[in-house]
């Protein structure tokens, strides 16, 4: 990954999340993956706070409902299997609640965008963590991939490379300055 990359990542998030000095984000992923460079970088860049979990490991349950209120999280990007385990009354209100790592339904994007602003985020560890984002999510459907982040381009592609026509099956390409090196076109 290249720095150019993280810092128009850092600049699209921050933009998409809404995070601003007065944020608090937590650093839910582990340091070893790639979504805490996102997580990381939203807060430092933009002047917000970052909250480490004390003792490391991961928060479940109970347990990181109780941590997202008691350190008042603005700010959290959270895979959805993660949000199966939480009652979405113990989860403050207001927040801003990202979801990646792996799709999201329908039925628990309408449960937990009740009172949220919900974003889900895609993208492979080779375009610095996040290829596109959804506008915020209702549960009304499925939720989408979104759309590329900014100076970064998604196709769909045929086996030929060839794009192909709305609602035809193809493979997802991304392109731009997020790519990682190595990549040739």
Do not use: K
Not at 3 to 14: C, T, Y
Not at 29 to 58: K, M, N, Q, W, Y
Not at 107 to 118: D, F, I, P, Q
């Amino acid at each position: 990954m290249t720095h150019r990359g993280i810092g128009n990542l850092a600049a699209a998030q921050v933009e998409r999340f809404a995070v601003r000095p007065d944020s608090r984000v937590v650093q839910y992923a582990a340091p070893s993956f790639d979504a805490a460079v996102s997580e990381t970088c939203i807060a430092l860049l933009s002047g917000a706070t970052l909250v480490l979990p004390i003792g490391g490991g991961l928060l479940l349950g109970d347990e990181l409902a109780r941590f997202l209120t008691e350190h008042r999280i603005s700010h959290a990007t959270i895979p959805p299997v993660a949000l199966t385990g939480l009652d979405p009354a113990a989860v403050p209100t207001g927040m801003t609640l990202t979801v990646a790592g792996e799709a999201c339904s329908a039925e628990l994007a309408g449960t937990w965008s009740r009172g949220r602003r919900m974003i889900n985020a895609y993208g492979p560890t080779e375009t610095t963590v996040c290829a596109t984002m959804s506008e915020p999510l209702s549960g009304a459907v499925s939720p989408p991939i979104g759309t590329p982040i900014a100076n970064a381009r998604a196709y769909v592609l045929d086996p030929r490379l060839s794009p192909v026509p709305a609602g035809v099956v193809g493979e997802l390409y991304v392109s731009g300055i997020n790519l990682a090196r190595g990549y040739l076109g």
